[in-house]
């Protein structure tokens, strides 16, 4: 009999409703404790990723509750022999029945009593205690809103896979402007934060945010002038406002005495960030000029080695500014440096000083040249030649999400921005004796600073973190176009997987293992605010909807932070001219 649209069942051990009744296991098709087809019903309708469940008596342990998720859906003329049956199918000239069936993937047996549905039992949408059964959703103490599902109820992220309780990292692929990637880990961010799971340490817990993609990100704490409304933030139980608390590091404009952040649409909340030459020489920062795999590779990996330690011993504080003295020699800017370098190791007594031993002059030439080619990418970064002595450095304790822009710097002074940035704060965790406050880190292309092949110092820390960062608190939020091309001791440390939008190429791939065939296939076509998240306790990823972003994810998007409202200039009359952010 088929039953209404409206009608609801209760479950065989008097429990509350487990939803409509949409069709029955197939006799057809054999069942199995981890699969099994369904029928559907005349007039009822699944699709992919919904949650159905159905239920057995098995004698000596009861009702036992069989859920899973529906990964594939078929129709077909039943009674057709050729292709061409459909047209006279089609004109009632031959009697054929359309069926419809789905093949469902188990995800959870309870009690745990393995055995397969009975073909001709019925099988609901899952509902309310049956859909968190089903999901595990009833089992995470600590949970947080990823999004919702395709019947537009929330889903959840397991926090104890987060935050290093039971397992840390996320690893985010897709393709580049479709997959939506940074937006995702902003929204996880922001779930984090207003979801509640931090209790007491909410006010402590960190994020740090490298931005490569222009200025869209520097404006996560104003509110989106697109959003139309709360929506699915109501549904997930978020407030839908902006972040509270965001400070932006910017690098100096380029030949600017007075060291002026690079940013053009922000005018507040945004410091200049540099290194001093006193700091690059002490610190040894000599190693992050020398980021790529290629320079490990190389023969002079060795003798920036001993160049950094030389002038760590040897570099002396030159007045306030940042300026050092080396064997005599004063330097304030990056390039003196270089110079000073260059003229000491191709003066045959000199190189034996700084060296310790005696180094082919092809191997000092080939150093120099590539230490030469620094020069312009980093000298807005590392100097000695501001008036005064000031506050430079990154740091995340200004606020709650410490964003660092990268997009007006070349790729090599990105990656040591990156590599010491990542270095001092993993270095700061370490010494603080304890993962708490957790410090999320969300870190685009990461396929660019952990190749899969060759080494390099950031490399070297990236690994620490996905292998250490779980024991000191130090989460990864990595994102990059091909999983393929990162370290695989990173992808395989992130308990957590998301997919976007994928290149079919790269959907084929090992690295998407994780990921069911149908499931692959649909990654292909995927629409932006779409992914695919898996996690260790669910057996299946969940398809997720993440809601419109309620920050501003570009400058036209921007409002004015309600927090601004009450400057003492409120009141006076509105200018003609509106600002460009």
């Known amino acids: 009999m088929t039953a209404d649209v409206t009608e609801r069942h209760e479950g065989a051990d008097g429990r509350a409703p487990i939803g409509v009744a949409v069709g029955r296991v197939l006799g057809t098709q054999a069942a199995s404790p981890l699969s099994f087809w369904i029928g559907l019903e005349p007039g009822k309708v699944v699709q992919l990723d919904d ?25 077909r003329h039943e009674g057709a022999a050729f292709d061409s049956d459909v047209f006279l199918i089609a004109d009632g000239a031959l009697p054929a029945a359309v069926v419809e069936v789905a093949e469902v993937r188990v995800t959870r047996v309870e009690p745990e009593v393995f055995v397969p549905p009975l073909p001709g039992e019925k099988v609901f ?30 889903l959840y992220l397991n926090f104890d896979f987060m935050d290093g309780t039971r397992g840390a990292h996320v690893s985010i692929s897709g393709v580049s402007g479709v997959a939506t990637k940074t937006s995702f880990a ?73 060291g002026v952040p690079h940013v053009s649409a922000r005018t507040h909340g945004v410091s200049a960030f540099y290194w001093t030459l006193v700091e690059f020489c002490q610190e040894e920062l000599l190693r992050f000029v020398f980021a790529d795999s290629d320079d490990e590779r190389a023969g002079y990996s060795l003798l920036v080695g001993q160049v950094a330690a030389r002038l760590q011993s040897w570099a002396e504080p030159v007045g306030d500014g940042g300026a050092v003295r080396v064997r005599g020699t004063s330097c304030r800017t990056f390039s003196d440096l270089v110079e000073l370098i260059s003229d000491q190791l191709t003066d045959e007594d000199e190189r034996r000083e700084w060296t310790g031993a005696t180094t082919p002059l092809g191997t000092v030439n080939a150093f120099l040249r590539r230490l030469r ?9 590392v100097r000695g030649d501001l008036p005064f002595y000031r506050g430079h450095s990154i740091r995340t304790s200004d606020a709650q999400v410490s964003i660092v822009d990268l997009h007006n710097l070349p790729e090599r002074a990105q990656r040591f921005v990156v590599g010491v940035v990542l270095r001092g704060e993993f270095h700061r965790k370490e010494s603080s004796g304890t993962a708490k406050p957790l410090l999320f880190v969300v870190l685009d292309e990461l396929n660019k600073y952990a190749p899969r092949e060759g080494d390099s110092p950031i490399k070297e820390i990236l690994l620490d973190v996905a292998e250490r960062g779980r024991s000191l608190g130090v989460i990864l939020i990595g994102a990059q176009q091909t999983a393929s091309e990162v370290e695989r001791r990173i992808v395989s440390n992130s308990a957590i997987r998301v997919a976007g939008r994928l290149d079919p190429a790269e959907a084929a791939r090992s690295e998407y ?69």
Request: aromatic share 8%; proline share 14%; glycine share 8%.
């Open 51 to 75: 949650v159905v469940v159905t239920r057995r008596d098995v004698p000596g342990h009861g009702p036992i509750l069989v859920a899973g998720v529906v990964t594939t859906v078929e129709a």
């Open 186 to 258: 902003t929204f996880l961010l922001y779930s984090i934060f207003n979801s509640g799971v931090l209790g007491g340490e909410s006010a402590n817990t960190k994020a740090l945010i490298f931005s490569v993609k222009g200025e869209d990100l520097l404006f996560l704490d104003h509110p989106n002038t697109k959003l139309t409304g709360p929506g699915d933030y109501t549904r997930l139980g978020l407030p839908a406002q902006p972040f509270g608390s965001v400070h932006v590091f910017a690098p100096p404009r380029p030949n600017d005495p007075n």
């Open 125 to 154: 949408l899952a509902e309310s205690t049956d859909r968190d059964q089903a999901l595990y959703f009833d089992v995470m103490d600590r949970r947080i809103p990823i999004g919702t599902g395709r019947d537009g109820r929330p």
């Open 373 to 381: 080619s620094a020069v312009r990418p980093l000298s807005p970064i």
């Open 513 to 581: 293992g994780w990921l069911p065939p149908t499931v692959r296939d649909r990654a292909t076509i995927a629409k932006p605010g779409t992914m695919f998240v898996a996690q260790p306790e669910i057996p299946v990823p969940l398809a997720v909807a993440f809601p419109f972003p309620a920050w501003a994810t570009r400058p036209s998007e921007a409002a004015e932070p309600a927090k601004l409202t009450g400057n003492p200039f409120a009141g006076l009359p509105e200018e003609d001219d509106i600002p460009p952010f």
